[in-house]
C-alpha cells in the first residue's frame, strides 16, 4: 500500500484531526473519455474514501467522501492497462456523486492494477471488520424468549412458572 504525500497534502484541510490516510491511488484516464465527473484520486482513510476531482476544482463538487458504513460491497476488476474498484453504496446519489455511474454499483477505475488491489484488499478487509462488531449485537434469535419444558419439552415463553402443557415446574 503506497501513500502519496502530495495527494495527502491535497486534502489535508478536508481530513478530520484523528484520521490517518492508510492509502492514496490516481487515476490515469484523465481526458478523452474522462468526462468531468470522473474522479481523479482515490484516498483511502481509517474512516472513509474520500475522491478528489481535480478537474472540478472550483467548478462544482470537487470532493467527497464515502464512509466505510455506507459500503455494501467491493469488487475488484483487473484490466490489462488499468483496473476499476466497484463498491457498491448504501443510498448513493449517483447524479450528484462523483463516483461514475453504474447500474448498481459506482466505480472507481483507470486505476493502476496495484493501487486498484490495495484498494479493494484494504475495503474488503474494513468491510470484514465491520460485519464482525455488528455480530454481537445481531438481532436475538427469535427463540431466545423460549424456555423447553424438561419433561414434556413443550415449549414455553421464558418466564414461566409451570409448564402450559404438562404442568411441570419450570427450572
Ligand atoms: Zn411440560
Redesign the pocket.
Known amino acids: 500500500m503506497g501513500v502519496d504525500a502530495d495527494e495527502v497534502n491535497a486534502v489535508k484541510n478536508l481530513l478530520w484531526p484523528d484520521e490517518r490516510v492508510i492509502l492514496t491511488a490516481k487515476q490515469r484516464r484523465i481526458g478523452p473519455g474522462g468526462s468531468v465527473t470522473v474522479p481523479t484520486s482515490v484516498l483511502a482513510t481509517d474512516k472513509r474514501i474520500i475522491i478528489v476531482n481535480k478537474a472540478n476544482l472550483g467548478i462544482r463538487k470537487d470532493y467527497e467522501s464515502i464512509p466505510y458504513k455506507q459500503i455494501t460491497s467491493v469488487r475488484l476488476e483487473k484490466g490489462m492497462i488499468s483496473s476499476t474498484v466497484f463498491v457498491r453504496v448504501q443510498g448513493y446519489d449517483k447524479d450528484k456523486g462523483l463516483l461514475k455511474n453504474g447500474k448498481e454499483e459506482g466505480e472507481i477505475d483507470g486505476l493502476h492494477g496495484k493501487d486498484a488491489k490495495a484498494l479493494a484488499d484494504y475495503l474488503n478487509s474494513v468491510l470484514d471488520v465491520e460485519t464482525q462488531s455488528i455480530e454481537p449485537n445481531a438481532p436475538a434469535s427469535a427463540s431466545s424468549d423460549q424456555i423447553f419444558?424438561?419433561?414434556?419439552?413443550?415449549r414455553?415463553s421464558a418466564g414461566s412458572a409451570?409448564?402450559?402443557?404438562?404442568?411441570?415446574k419450570?427450572a
Request: a positive charge.
Open positions: 419444558c424438561s419433561k414434556c419439552g413443550a414455553n409451570y409448564c402450559s402443557k404438562c404442568g411441570n419450570m
